[in-house]
């Protein structure tokens, strides 16, 4: 029907990376084919013979060159050449600015949404730039059990899909794209995306959460996509009946190895302390799972190193264990005791790193690890970094509570925030215009 290559997208159910995938096309208004690999073993062997042996949906290919899983498809979309392979780049020519905005907030996670829905109903038409994970991280997780008002639960998915389609009722409008820089040397902030487009904004608000940790261990890069994950709810079902090591003792690990349980042989968590940081809920979960005979915990332990090929997967791991806790930190002490491990697929679930990139230069101040400051305290303007007009809401300025709810909360206290200084940019503005014909009378 028409000119554009054929895309082909392999996808799985419940696959939040398989949704992005579909939504990049889908906002490229690119039209597509999918095959579902679940429970289809001949697709299943196409796509991992297509791949390259790789066992992760999505993958992705135009016109049959393979494109690669989300990551790989959204990191040519930074670039713009995936707009190149599809015939719908811009010419080049026209590096200045697309559009002025008067708000523009970075991210679509839950606390973009909320701002973007505040912000919306307020008039303040603000432009929202889903970043390289469209939803956030909450479109990692097939269940939302503590969000108010939903008392049966929802899908981290839905709960998304639901607040998008509420910011564009208020008339927000959502593009995918990731901001590479901010200049706040010039007001209105001039605000520049990976691809090259260009937009001032009167006003910013960073949403753009923290992104998952990898250990930077021999195997790690090898490995990530055959056999090696961040996302279980993404990668478990492709590992059926082995066994799984989940890496961390936080909440994510807790939830991610709970979850495994449905798919893996055994689940084996490795801790490198002897407590674990989750809520008592989830510490309590995988107690139960232990007691059940599908979790072991292996604490005060610590992978070194990932063994195995991009054609096999997974095939064991270097651990080591020292009873004092953080054994890599003693790896001379004659009682760290190194030994290998068998496990078909291991899921990293060690923290975040907050995405704060973008903002450096612009004199916003941020913690060691590059969490935003914001004011906090008492009543109003709690949401203001130290640059006036740029605003921080949800797990990039919260490094504490981290949850959904939080960062809902902190969305909508950006936008209000937001929304008062615009306002007063606009009196500042009418005020200026004003005095200007009086003094030219005189
Ligand atoms: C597996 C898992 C399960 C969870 N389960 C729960 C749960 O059951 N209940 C709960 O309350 N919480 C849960 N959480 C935590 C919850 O998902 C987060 O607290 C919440 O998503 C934080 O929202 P956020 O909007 O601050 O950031 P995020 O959700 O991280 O969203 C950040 C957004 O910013 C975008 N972005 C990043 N960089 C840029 C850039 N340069 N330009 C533009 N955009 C950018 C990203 O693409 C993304 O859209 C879970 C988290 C995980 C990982």
Redesign the pocket.
Known sequence: MSDQPRVEIYTKEDCPYCEKAKDLFDAKEIEYETYNVTGDDDRFEEMVERANGRKTAPEVFIDDELIGGWDDTSALDETGELDEKLGIADDGDDDDVVEHRKLII?????????AAIYAGRSNNDPLV?????????????T?????PGFPEGIS?PDLVNNMKEQARQFGAELKN????TVDADQRPFRVE??NGDVYTADAVIA??????RTLGIPGEDELMGYGLST???CDGAFFRGEDMLVVGGG??AM??ATFLTKFADTVYIAHRREEFRAEDYWVDRVHEKVEEGEIEIMKNTEVIELHGSQEEGVDHVTLVENEQGHPTDRLDDPETNEFEFDVGAVFF?IG?TP?T??LEGTGVEMDDEGYLRTQGGDGGGQTETDVPGIFG????V?YH???????AG??SKAALDADEYLEDLERADSSVEEAEPAAADD
Do not use: F, K, R, W
């Open positions: 970075a991210g679509t996670g839950i606390a973009g949404l909320t730039i889903e970043g390289d994970e469209p939803g956030g991280q909450l479109t990692l997780t269940d939302v059990a503590n969000y981290g794209g990731i901001i590479d995306l990976t949403a753009s959460g923290a992104s998952a996302c279980a709810t909440d994510a939830e991610e679930a975040h995405n990139d973008y809401a949800g797990d990039v919260d509570y981290q949850q959904a709810v939080t960062a902190m969305g």
